[in-house]
Each structure stands twice: as C-alpha cells, then as structure tokens.
C-alpha cells in the first residue's frame, strides 16, 4: 500500500527557503502517477502548489510558480518542494500527495497523501 510522509522543518524566517521532502513508499516515483505538494491555510483554504510527474517533468502554479520548485531524488524514491523569499503568509499545512494523471488533459484524483505537516514562518 503507497504511503507518503512529509518531513522537513517546521519553522522557516522569512526571506529563507522552504524546504520539505516527501518519501514514498509502496511505489515507486519514476514508474506511474504525479507527485504533488499541496498546502492549507485557514484563510485560502486547500492551495495546489506543484507536481512533478514520473518521468520528471514539473508544473506549477501561477500564484507560486516564481519562488517554487519541485525536484526528486529517485534513489531514494523522494521528491522535494522548495519555496524561495518565504511570508508569515505562507504558514501552512504543506502536505505531499499522489495524482493520477490518465492522459495528458485529464487528471484523476489525489488518492493517496502524506499526513501533512506544519510550517511556520516567523522571525
């Protein structure tokens, strides 16, 4: 059974970067699906970040996609988010989930995700 788990710092100050890792387990990274990072905010509520699929290629959101990026480690069957020049605004719940992607146009769910974790940022 796939598990994901977040792991990374909890508290980051602004200005620095936000770093995170998602280890998978049960599956692997490079085979099938997308990864995505998703976070949660009380006042934005559940915001897509990013994905990067099996075969490495990445997207992002517009909101985010200048001080995001999404990398891997296939080795260790994880993938990473950073997020450059951080704001107490981007105190959240970051969480890591699988996505299915059944064609390039048609995304199917995010069966499968990581806990989450909690990040703050403040001086």
């Known amino acids: 059974q796939v598990q994901l788990q977040e792991s990374g710092p909890g508290l980051v100050k602004p200005s620095q970067t936000l770093s995170l890792t998602c280890t998978v387990s049960?599956?692997?990274?490079?085979?099938?699906?997308?990864w995505s990072w998703i976070r949660q905010t009380p006042g934005k509520g559940l915001e897509w970040m990013g994905v990067?699929?099996?075969?490495?290629?990445?997207r992002y959101s517009p909101s985010l996609k200048s001080r995001t990026s999404i990398s891997r480690d296939t080795s260790k069957n994880q993938f990473s988010l950073q997020l450059r020049s951080v704001t107490p605004e981007d105190t959240a719940v970051y969480y890591c989930?699988?996505?299915?992607?059944?064609?390039?146009?048609?995304?199917?769910?995010?069966?499968?995700w990581g806990k989450g974790t909690l990040v703050t940022v403040s001086s």
């Open positions: 989930s699988r996505w299915e992607r059944v064609s390039p146009t048609w995304w199917g769910f995010m069966d499968y």
């Open positions: 049960g599956g692997s990274i490079t085979t099938n699906y997308a």
């Open positions: 990067i699929g099996y075969d490495g290629s990445t």
